[in-house]
């Protein structure tokens, strides 16, 4: 089955910058949304922004203008640029693909990746 492989997490001091990055483990026909989710301990999990194979993006409130997410519909990979973060950035982030297919003849389905712990703390 495929997979969801994010890379990029990690410690950052406030006000500062990582890019976060998923690809899928094998080549795969399409995906319909793709988009980055976050959960901090003790919250549920919250999305913080999406991209339509189209190119259309959606964001939270609380990371408009310092979040930007991209992705490359040829390589079915996303990223997301996070900009000035702050310490509540800090969280697990998980990557999504909605309406993902395998090959032209699968269903589409839903995947997560496994997450990658973001901490933003000086």
């Known amino acids: 089955q495929v997979q969801l492989v994010e890379s990029g997490g990690g410690l950052v001091q406030p006000g500062g910058s990582l890019t976060l990055s998923c690809a899928a483990s094998?080549?795969?026909?399409?995906?319909?949304?793709m988009g980055w989710y976050r959960q901090a301990p003790g919250k549920q999990r919250e999305l913080v922004a999406d991209?339509?194979?189209?190119?259309?993006?959606k964001y939270a409130d609380s990371v408009k203008g310092r979040f930007t997410i991209s992705r490359d519909n040829a390589k079915n990979t996303v990223n997301l640029q996070m900009n000035s973060l702050k310490p509540e950035d800090t969280a697990v982030y998980y990557c999504?693909?909605?309406?993902?297919?395998?090959?032209?003849?699968?269903?589409?389905?839903?995947?997560w990746g496994q997450g990658t712990q973001v901490t933003v703390s000086s």
């Open positions: 991209i339509t194979r189209g190119g259309t993006t």
């Open positions: 094998r080549s795969i026909f399409s995906i319909n949304v």
């Open positions: 999504n693909a909605d309406g993902l297919r395998e090959t032209a003849w699968s269903r589409a389905g839903n995947y």
